[in-house]
């Protein structure tokens, strides 16, 4: 088998070690450039699945603003951002809105929900646009 | 209208100084925002990763200004929103205008300046070719999407890899648009290895390092753009142009300090940091004016942002309180070699110091950072000139010094 070469940019500290690695059959063979166990268990996380917190924004009715920020209250595998963004696609919220109100309960079968990142409130006078 | 404290800005170094200065004993603070809202550029930078250094939390920028603003909400801070400040004068008389009371005036006893930075437009780089719509600062373009809900384009090129480009590159991407590449003169990031990490890699955009964008091409919108690799001087080679199709083009290329009422009042700014001069205290040259946050210098961290305002609100406290004394001047902190930013610049024998400085090029081997004529030699892995180091200087190791603080960068 060939052996197949991957490099990674570990974000676990500001330090950011650049980490070389070397695979056979999936396995790792050898491993350079990490300066300590995080970076390790950085590689093997990155190449089993990947994690992410995912922010976006949903639409908003009687806010002031039309957006609502919104994140995963968890991080999910990479490879389902875009499936959460397409699930998110019908989705608006009417004001009044809390901080960390779950806007939908285990998205995408991810087990992570996707709560308020800021509280709005009902803007009450009628607004000329 | 009169108050102890007065906080101009409240993004998250505005918000902090007046918490503190409320904690630290003035009576009256009063909070004057220009926006309808408080909190700053945090509103508009949805994404994750502030206040990880202060809180070992990683919240979203509007998750860091609500917790601020309940806290502020607890007090009697005095908060006037859709108030903007047009003037400030030396002795610390400061106009405001607002649409209940129209133009007014304000005597505090010290002033707190939070007015954060704005983004460096196509102007300040000079960019040749037509003015065609589609090109934005990454900052504006942020704010249409987060907040009024918009695309700025399909197709996108980013000039700069500052770090509010690449959060934008993820952003656009994941709302469907195509970012064709990040280009970027210097020949190292301008932003945060997570940044390229995590918003870059993980969608496969291309960064391009020692590239820049050396024509603009469209007529009413823009069609596309020529990009050209640059030499050590950063001038374009012939020969190596490349046209690129794209509808939107947006500049990351860098933050400058807000700083039309620092010059009205006659305070004196950093030719480095292009912000007001202050002491460790953060006082500006002008006595009771305090200054904090972004608008002192562009920092990258929240956290960094925060601690600034702490300590500018707790001294202009110190100051409206009559608890402000000065025993001796102070002196030059002068950053020597390897030093391409320092702050603050002067130190006053008042507080610690705490020193944030940016290395002059990328270093990625064991340094030192020399704090002369101190003998203390911090031991650093790198230094880049894209993550500010901090370093503290305890007050009493200082009480000696009688010229001025030399801070130099020695690769070992
Ligand atoms: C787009 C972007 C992305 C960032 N991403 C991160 C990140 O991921 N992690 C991180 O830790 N940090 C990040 N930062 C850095 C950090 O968030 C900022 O440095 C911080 O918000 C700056 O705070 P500030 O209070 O100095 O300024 P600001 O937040 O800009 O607040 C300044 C306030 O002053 C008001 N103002 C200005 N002039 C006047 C006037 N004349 N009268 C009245 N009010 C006035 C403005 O309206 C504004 O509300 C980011 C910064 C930006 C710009």
């Not at chain 2, 409240?10 to 009063?30: D, F, N, R, Y």
């Not at chain 2, 926006?35 to 990763?49: R, S």
């Not at chain 2, 009024?148 to 993820?170: F, N, Q, W």
Request: glycine content about 8%; aromatic content about 4%; hydrophobic content about 40%.
């Amino acid at each position: 088998m060939d052996v197949e070469k991957k490099h990674f940019t570990c974000v676990t500290c500001p330090i950011g070690c650049e980490i070389d690695v070397e695979l056979k059959d999936g396995e790792v063979v050898s491993m350079e450039g990490t300066k300590c166990k995080k970076g390790q268990e950085f590689v093997s996380q990155e190449l089993g699945e990947p994690m992410r917190i995912l922010t976006t924004t949903i639409p908003i009715k009687g806010a002031k603003w039309a957006m609502l920020p919104v994140r995963t209250d968890r991080p999910i595998p990479k490879r389902l951002l875009f499936r959460v963004i397409e699930e998110l696609t019908d989705i608006e919220r009417r004001a009044p809105v809390k901080m960390s109100d779950v806007i939908v309960r285990d998205i995408a079968g991810t087990g992570a929900d996707i709560v308020a990142t800021r509280s709005m409130n009902r803007e009450k006078k009628g607004k000329f646009v | 209208m009169k108050a102890d404290v007065t906080v101009i800005g409240s993004g998250p170094a505005g918000l902090t100084a007046a918490l503190s200065a409320h904690e630290s004993g003035a009576k009256e603070v009063l909070l004057l925002e220009r926006e309808e809202e408080l909190g700053g550029i945090l509103k508009q930078c949805i994404h994750n990763g502030f206040g990880l250094e202060q809180f070992k939390e990683d919240y979203t920028g509007p998750e860091y200004a609500e917790r601020l603003i309940k806290e502020i909400e607890k007090t009697n801070v005095r908060r006037l929103l859709n108030t903007m400040v047009i003037d400030l004068t030396p002795d610390r008389a400061i106009t405001a205008v607002n649409p209940e009371k129209g133009i007014f005036q304000i005597e505090s006893k010290s002033v707190v300046l939070a007015m954060g930075c704005r983004e460096r437009a196509r102007g300040s780089i000079g960019i040749p070719g037509t003015r065609p719509a589609g090109i934005y600062t990454a900052g504006v373009a942020q704010r249409f999407v987060n907040i009024d809900g918009y695309l700025p384009g399909k197709e996108i090129v980013i000039l700069g890899s500052g770090d509010i480009g690449m959060i934008m590159a993820r952003r656009l991407t994941l709302e469907g648009a195509q970012v064709k590449g990040v280009y970027e003169i210097m020949n190292y990031p301008g932003g945060l290895k997570r940044n390229i990490v995590q918003c870059l890699n993980d969608f496969d955009i291309p960064l391009h390092l020692s590239h820049t964008v050396t024509e603009i091409r469209g007529k009413e919108r823009l069609e596309g753009v020529v990009v050209s690799r640059v030499d050590e001087k950063m001038q374009p080679i012939g020969g190596s142009e490349k046209f690129i199709a794209c509808d939107t083009l947006l500049l990351s290329v860098g933050l400058i300090p807000e700083n039309e009422l620092s010059k009205g009042a006659g305070i004196e700014l950093s030719p480095i940091t292009k912000g007001p001069a202050t002491t460790e205290t953060m006082e500006t040259a002008v006595a009771g004016v305090f200054s904090c946050g972004n608008v002192s210098t562009v920092f990258d961290l929240v956290d960094y942002v925060a601690q600034t305002g702490m300590t500018a609100g707790r001294n202009a406290a110190r100051y409206a309180t009559g608890d402000w004394k000065k025993e001796r001047p102070s002196v030059e902190v002068i950053p020597g070699e390897n030093v391409r930013v320092l702050f603050p610049q002067r130190y006053s024998f008042q507080d610690d110091l705490i020193l944030f400085i940016r290395s002059a090029k990328p270093i990625e081997s064991p340094l030192s950072i020399d704090i002369s004529p101190l003998e203390m030699h911090i031991k650093k892995l790198y230094a880049r000139p894209n993550e500010m180091i901090r370093v503290k200087v305890p007050r009493d190791k200082l009480k000696d010094i009688t010229e001025s603080i030399e801070v130099n960068i020695t690769e070992r």
